[in-house]
């Protein structure tokens, strides 16, 4: 088993910078793929970012493309997602996923979810 604890959110004015961090402990391995997802009251979980268990592989939606960034530390266990110019839309709440597998932006492919970090862009 993989456990998942993710930290960084909060309330911030729109143009303003927040880094999330997801940590990972218990069965983990550099093999794995993590993501992140958001996910607003009535909506499904929607993808953000995925990075591949070496980190040379990203993908991200096309709505944070240029503005966040996916990274990960495997000495740490952590993967962290830099959100930089952050919008009103970017509002909810924001799971780290994992999967032994490569990425993947279906949220049905992961295996471990964090509980989930909250983050309010207010305009």
């Known amino acids: 088993q993989v456990q998942l604890v993710e930290s960084g959110g909060g309330l911030v004015q729109a143009g303003a910078s927040l880094r999330l961090s997801c940590a990972a402990s218990g069965r983990t391995s550099s093999n794995y793929a993590m993501a992140w997802f958001r996910q607003v009251p009535g909506k499904e979980r929607a993808f953000v970012a995925t990075i591949s268990g070496s980190g040379i592989y990203t993908n991200y939606a096309d709505s944070v493309k240029g503005r966040f960034t996916i990274s990960r530390n495997n000495v740490v266990n952590t993967v962290y997602l830099q959100m930089n110019s952050l919008k009103p839309e970017d509002t909810g709440v924001y799971y780290c996923?994992?999967?032994?597998?490569?990425?993947?932006?279906?949220?049905?492919?992961?295996?471990?979810w964090g509980q989930g970090t909250q983050v309010t862009v207010s305009s």
């Open positions: 996923a994992g999967r032994g597998d490569g990425p993947s932006s279906s949220p049905l492919s992961y295996d471990y």
